[in-house]
């Protein structure tokens, strides 16, 4: 991602109405990101995650939508938040939450699918974010490595745990789901 769409110092949600439906980006501390299209071992990781999450929840009030799905962490009414995020996956429990726009709060639980573009800077921040809203399971998922970062909402504080290769991980926020890693990963 880079972060120049325009000379202003801060950004909006309002800023992000703006732009053209075909423009994605993210804003976080008022600091805009440019997203670039995913390269296709992210969409294949994707599309099987999407895919073992959705079968899991149908018929279940929990929904999970991909990107490009906009969400409002922390919304203001006057559309002066200063954060707006794209996560690679969301997993949205509350109906409330969803809107014709996206989702508005924290979702139960984010996936982010690391990109060649993504920034160490920008993976913290979003990790910050994702705690201060509450977000109660967040996963950071590595193609390259074959990885999943699991991080669990506990009393205000993450706990992590990471799994590779052919394990099998537990939806914190979804028991009895169980996400097969082995269907994951590009096969070469």
Same mark, same amino acid.
């Given at each position: 991602? =880079?972060?120049?769409?325009?000379?202003?110092?801060? @950004?909006? @949600?309002?800023?992000?109405?703006?732009?053209?439906? *075909?423009?994605?980006a993210? $804003? #976080?501390?008022?600091? !805009?990101?440019?997203?670039a299209?995913?390269a296709?071992?992210?969409?294949?990781i994707?599309?099987?995650?999407?895919?073992? !999450?959705?079968?899991?929840?149908?018929?279940k009030?929990?929904?999970?939508? =991909?990107?490009?799905?906009?969400?409002? #962490?922390?919304?203001?009414?006057?559309? =002066?938040?200063?954060?707006?995020? +794209?996560?690679?996956?969301?997993?949205?429990?509350?109906?409330s939450?969803?809107?014709?726009?996206?989702?508005?709060?924290?979702?139960?639980?984010v $996936? +982010? $699918?690391? =990109?060649?573009?993504n920034?160490?800077?920008?993976?913290l921040?979003?990790? *910050?974010? @994702? !705690?201060?809203?509450?977000?109660?399971?967040?996963?950071?998922?590595?193609? +390259?490595?074959?990885?999943? +970062?699991?991080?669990? !909402?506990?009393?205000?504080?993450y706990?992590?745990? $990471?799994?590779?290769?052919?394990?099998?991980?537990?939806?914190?926020? #979804?028991?009895?789901?169980?996400?097969? #890693?082995?269907e994951?990963?590009?096969?070469?």
């Amino acid at each position: 991602m =880079s972060n120049a769409y325009r000379e202003e110092d801060t @950004y909006t @949600y309002a800023d992000i109405l703006t732009m053209d439906e *075909k423009t994605r980006a993210e $804003i #976080l501390d008022g600091e !805009l990101f440019m997203m670039a299209p995913s390269a296709t071992y992210h969409q294949i990781i994707s599309r099987e995650l999407s895919g073992q !999450l959705w079968q899991f929840l149908r018929g279940k009030p929990c929904q999970v939508f =991909s990107a490009p799905f906009g969400v409002r #962490l922390f919304p203001q009414a006057d559309q =002066s938040d200063d954060t707006y995020v +794209e996560p690679d996956i969301v997993v949205i429990c509350d109906p409330s939450k969803i809107t014709a726009a996206g989702c508005e709060g924290a979702p139960d639980m984010v $996936i +982010e $699918i690391l =990109s060649p573009s993504n920034t160490r800077h920008e993976m913290l921040m979003k990790f *910050k974010k @994702y !705690l201060a809203a509450g977000v109660r399971e967040y996963w950071i998922v590595d193609g +390259e490595e074959k990885s999943v +970062e699991v991080f669990i !909402l506990d009393r205000g504080r993450y706990i992590a745990g $990471i799994s590779g290769g052919d394990d099998e991980i537990p939806v914190s926020v #979804l028991p009895g789901c169980r996400i097969k #890693l082995r269907e994951l990963w590009p096969r070469d």
